[in-house]
Every structure is written in C-alpha cells, then in structure tokens.
C-alpha cells in the first residue's frame, strides 16, 4: 500500500506561481511512476502531469506544457508540480497519483493505470 499526502495548495493570484509537493511512503518509491491529476468544480478530473520511475521521461497536457513542471526527489520520496503563470481556468483540486511499474521509462497518463491517490489539495486562482 502506498499513501500519498499533497501540500502546498491555496489562493494565489493570476499570473502567480505555486508549488504542489506530494510525499509518498509505504513502498520504495523509485518503483513508482507518479502523476498529476487535477478537476476543476463540476468538471471530471483529468490528467495533469505525469513523471517516470527514474525521472527521465515526463509528460503534460497540452494545457500546460511550458507552464507546469513535474520533477521528483527519491531522497525526499517526493513528487512536486510547479506551476506558473497560473490563471482562474487552472483554479481546480489537485491529485498526486503513484502507479507500481517495472518499467522505469514510462509515463502514465490514464487514470485507470495508477493504484494510489492522494486526497487531493485546492489550488484557487482569483484576484
């Protein structure tokens, strides 16, 4: 079993910057592929960002390319979204998932492939 707490939500401004962390514990966690899902008020959750076991391989939406930044410590067992230029339409709960895969190069963007979740945490964007 693998738990997963995120931090680092709030209400920031637009055109500001915030930085999601998510610790994992409960397995090794370089035997972990991890991602980012997020869903906004009345909307389905969707994915975000998404990193691979040895952190060589990440993915986003194309929402956010350029914007957000996946990167993971293994030291910390942590998996962090950076996210700037943030706007009202990125306002939404954020999920940190982890996915058990034996290959270190992949990258998950379906949410039925991951196995953990976290509870989530509020990002609102609003001046």
């Known amino acids: 079993q693998v738990q997963l707490e995120e931090s680092g939500g709030g209400l920031v401004q637009p055109g500001n910057s915030l930085k999601l962390s998510c610790v994992a514990s409960?397995?090794?966690?370089?035997?972990?592929?991890m991602g980012w899902f997020r869903q906004a008020p009345g909307k389905e959750r969707k994915f975000v960002a998404g990193?691979?076991?040895?952190?060589?391989?990440?993915y986003y939406t194309e929402a956010v390319k350029g914007q957000f930044t996946i990167s993971r410590d293994d030291a910390k067992t942590t998996v962090q979204l950076q996210m700037n230029s943030l706007q009202p339409e990125d306002t939404a709960v954020y999920f940190c998932?982890?996915?058990?895969?034996?290959?270190?190069?992949?990258?998950?963007?379906?949410?039925?492939?991951?196995?953990?979740w976290g509870q989530g945490t509020q990002v609102t964007v609003s001046s």
């Open positions: 998932a982890a996915v058990l895969t034996q290959y270190p190069d992949s990258v998950f963007a379906t949410q039925s492939r991951y196995n953990f």
């Open positions: 409960g397995r090794t966690f370089s035997d972990l592929a």
């Open positions: 990193i691979s076991r040895n952190g060589r391989q990440t």
